[in-house]
T-cell receptor, first 118, second 111 residues
Framework: GAVVSQHPSWVICKSGTSVKIECRSLDFQATTMFWYRQFPKQSLMLMAT?????????EQGVEKDKFLINHASLTLSTLTVTSAHPEDSSFYICSASRGTGGFGYGYTFGSGTRLTVV | DAKTTQPPSMDCAEGRAANLPCNHSTISGNEYVYWYRQIHSQGPQYIIH???NNETNEMASLIITEDRKSSTLILPHATLRDTAVYYC????????????FGKGMKLTVNP
């Protein structure tokens, strides 16, 4: 149980275009989802927290107008990188939480999306 | 900022126990210790977590010192597939609490 599916696994896009990444919880309802970015040989950096039906909370330094997050249902959150530039090339990872109620296993992570902007 | 410190890397021989240390001297009474690992180009994988008692599951054992200022993750019989970056994280239990990753520790299991 507790599977998170992330698509696409990799994407190459032209500079200036937008890219959407999907994160789905397949067998549970995710009240909270998190989006991370990871540059080569670095750790995961939290970008934002999204709760179903409300606006995402962005970490300091993350541009909310550039990284649009939508969490419209309890099983789906999307991250859209708008007007992508080469410096946005990175590994993007989502994670999902079942919420409170004694779920102690932490969060389940997607397999990540490798974004390359050319 | 991450509340834990780990050595940057460690090597282990295949089939031997791997003991991965973590310091969390500022941990508060209601914070748990979580361990995740990340194999290259994949999402992190949950390993184990604990509050103050030692814990064991099918993957590993977690030993937390009595003062809770440090812990050790034990992989009893390391395999080549255990080569990964291991992250020790402290956080409150709860579904909306952020999971903040530090630099982690690269474990290399050698044949």
């Amino acid at each position: 149980g507790a599977v998170v599916s992330q698509h696409p696994s990799w994407v190459i896009c032209k500079s200036g275009t937008s890219v959407k990444i999907e994160c789905r919880s397949l067998d549970f309802q995710a009240t909270t989802m998190f989006w991370y970015r990871q540059f080569p040989k670095q750790s995961l950096m939290l970008m934002a927290t999204s709760n179903e039906g409300s606006k995402a909370t962005y970490e300091q330094g993350v541009e909310k107008d550039k990284f649009l997050i939508n969490h419209a249902s309890l099983t789906l959150s999307t991250l859209t990188v708008t007007s992508a530039h080469p410096e946005d090339s990175s590994f993007y990872i989502c994670s999902a939480s079942r919420g409170t109620g004694g779920f102690g296993y932490g969060y389940t992570f997607g397999s990540g999306t490798r974004l390359t902007v050319v | 900022d991450a509340k834990t410190t780990q050595p940057p890397s460690m090597d282990c021989a295949e089939g031997r126990a791997a003991n991965l240390p973590c310091n969390h001297s500022t941990i508060s009474g209601n914070e748990y210790v979580y361990w995740y690992r990340q194999i290259h180009s994949q999402g992190p994988q949950y390993i184990i977590h604990g509050l103050k008692n030692n814990e064991t599951n099918e993957m590993a054992s977690l030993i937390i010192t009595e003062d809770r200022k440090s812990s050790t993750l034990i992989l009893p019989h390391a395999t080549l597939r255990d080569t990964a970056v291991y992250y020790c994280i402290v956080r409150l239990q709860g579904g909306s609490e952020k999971l903040v990753f530090g630099k982690g520790m690269k474990l290399t299991v050698n044949p």
